[in-house]
């Protein structure tokens, strides 16, 4: 189930607020975990065994390591890595890893029988368990001693799908809260996110993501067949379309948290008008960022030892950051491309940067959309070497007019959109509360025939 489609928005969401309103505050939990279990098994319970044993062996760990103190603790930990992150390489990683090996020593190791198909929320979910984890081992949280608690914090299904990745002790609070957990404000609140984000994704990033689509999908008329003006236009098209599809569930996952009575930091901070790509770092899938800073960077040592340790640190996280995307090359060279545009600006070009105007966003969108190709690039219809060709050697081809004609407004809209601009122009409407009113009831309705209208197209991120 996605938060675009029909189903969603007209049956399980309504239902689902009704019941968890009217349940008494003790009973909250309960009808959450219950939506959640709903929500989690709607396509199929096959990955259900897994994420219950996964939560009954982390609810027990945590606990078994805040009564042992110093007594095996230095076990509990690799106990715990062995585990959680087992699974998620088993799932996410196995056959990429057979299929490397086969390639370099010709071993010919069968391939697991996983299936196409990840279980739901993986790469979000053992995440936001390790943090728990780590927090618990660390002595900054306790352990949470009610099953049922953190059962709700594992599943909580607004997160499922494309996180964030929100910390156990960001939402512990709140999920321990019996009275007043749900206020008006913050409902109001909620509302106006989610409508936001549900209008980024089915207006904005379903729209331009579609030329994209008509240049490498099924049917469309081939990489190999456009000029370069056009695979401009096309990774372009492609940029827009990821963030918007992204931030976008990300606002709507935010908003539903804030419905349900949970406050979640914001995930996207207009990453596009980024004056470097440090900058852009600090924009972009926020949760993700944070998570490694905090469970891989400084705990290696951050920049605390010395420049070369600390460029070695950025290097296994830009790794890791490339891995936990995906199981394919394209994944860990957009890591490590990231890796040396962040090292450049660490060793000289920040300073510079900082005193530029207009040239340092134009070098961040530049290398950004850059960056966007490589991540493209497994793709059946995006062959990184031909992408590459397409983009810096002049070729000849179909041209990107007919595609500026169809698609030109969508593209001018989708810029604007990214800008702080529709920030600022909401902050002034929202001085006249009816017509505040009513231009959020035109984007509702608009919504709403982009959601009756459209196939529900999942997440992009939803696949890494």
């Keep these: 189930m996605v938060f675009n489609s029909v189903v969603f928005l007209f049956c399980f969401l309504p239902l689902s607020l009704l019941v968890y309103y009217i349940a008494p505050g003790r009973a909250k939990n309960l009808v959450l975990l219950a939506e959640s279990l709903i929500f989690y098994c709607w396509t199929g319970i096959t990955f259900l065994p897994l994420i219950v044993c996964l939560i009954l062996f ?100 607004p997160q499922l799908i494309v996180g964030p990745i929100v910390k156990y002790r960001d939402m512990a609070d709140q999920l321990h809260k019996t009275k007043g957990r749900c206020t008006l404000p913050q409902i ?101 960022s944070s998570w490694f800073r905090d469970y891989i960077y400084i705990p290696l040592g951050g920049n605390r030892k010395g420049k070369a340790r600390q460029l070695l640190n950025m290097l296994l996280v830009w790794a890791a950051t490339g891995i936990w995307h995906g199981a394919s090359w394209n994944f860990i060279c957009w ?28 070098y961040t969108l530049f290398f950004v959309v850059l960056g966007w190709g490589i991540f493209t690039a497994n793709q059946p219809g995006a062959p990184l070497a031909l992408l590459m060709r397409k983009l810096f050697v002049f070729q000849g081809g179909i041209s990107p007019v007919y595609y500026l004609r169809n698609y030109g407004v969508l593209l001018i809209l989708g810029c604007i959109c990214s800008s702080a601009f529709p920030r600022w122009l909401w902050q002034k409407i929202s001085r006249c509360t ?14 709403i025939a982009y959601v009756v209208a459209a196939t529900n197209a999942t997440a992009l991120y939803a696949n890494f």
């Design 58 to 157: 982390n609810y027990i760990w945590g606990l078994l390591t805040s009564v042992l103190g110093t007594k095996l603790r230095g076990f509990m930990p690799l106990v715990a890595v062995l585990v959680n992150l087992g699974v998620l390489v088993y799932f996410k990683y196995a056959n990429f890893l057979i299929d490397t090996l086969n390639q370099i020593t010709n071993f010919g190791i069968a391939t697991l029988k996983i299936g196409d198909v990840l279980p739901l929320g993986i790469s979000y979910y053992i995440f936001k368990i390790i943090s728990y984890e780590v927090d618990v081992y660390t002595s900054k949280v306790k352990a949470e001693r009610n099953l049922l608690t953190f059962s709700c914090y594992v599943l909580f299904f």
């Design 188 to 288: 109001e609140h909620g509302v106006e996110l989610f409508v936001f984000g549900l209008a980024k994704k089915v207006i904005l990033a379903d729209s331009i993501g579609a030329l994209w689509t008509d240049i490498i999908g099924n049917g469309g008329i081939g990489l190999a067949n456009v000029s370069t003006p056009l695979a401009w236009l096309g990774i372009i098209a492609y940029s827009l379309q990821l963030y918007f599809d992204f931030a976008g569930y990300s606002e709507m996952s935010n908003g539903l948290a804030a419905m349900l009575g949970f406050d979640c930091p914001i995930n996207f901070d207009l990453p596009y008008i980024s004056g470097s790509i440090t900058e852009f770092w600090r924009r972009w899938h926020i949760s993700l």
């Design 335 to 362: 890591g490590l491309y990231y890796f040396v545009l962040l090292t450049v600006e660490k060793l000289f070009l920040l300073k510079y940067l900082k005193k530029g105007r207009v040239w340092p966003h134009l």
């Design 434 to 447: 009816p017509l505040k009113l009513f231009l959020f009831a035109v984007l509702i309705i608009m919504c």
